[in-house]
């Protein structure tokens, strides 16, 4: 039975030290995964414009980011709420 397994970035696929990597141990874990059939899937508060361009290459089968302002699956985006400013601005504080 396959799964959609998701995952946050900071300190789940990036460690939290000042070198931000992406241990190769993750690497080899997702791609386990993927090999068994089941769908990798980042799930952040980041916008997509904020994520590492090494974790977008990496072959996700989808997005959630923006706290689920954005959801892409297979490279087509299948949600997107823009917030207006005013919405921006209220959230912030």
């Known amino acids: 039975m396959s799964a959609l397994l998701f995952f946050d970035i900071d300190g789940t696929l990036i460690t939290l030290d000042k070198r931000h990597t992406f241990p190769e ?6 791609l386990k995964a993927k090999e068994n059939g089941h769908k990798i899937i980042i799930n952040t508060g980041r916008v997509k414009t904020a994520i590492d361009k090494h974790l977008l290459e990496f072959g996700f089968d989808g997005l959630v980011c923006g706290c689920g302002t954005y959801i892409e699956y297979e490279g ?18």
Not at 25 to 30: F, G, P, V
Not at 76 to 93: G, P, V
């Open 25 to 30: 141990s993750a690497k080899r874990a997702l």
């Open 76 to 93: 087509k985006e299948l949600f997107h709420n823009r917030l207006s400013r005013n919405e921006c601005i209220e959230y912030a504080h």
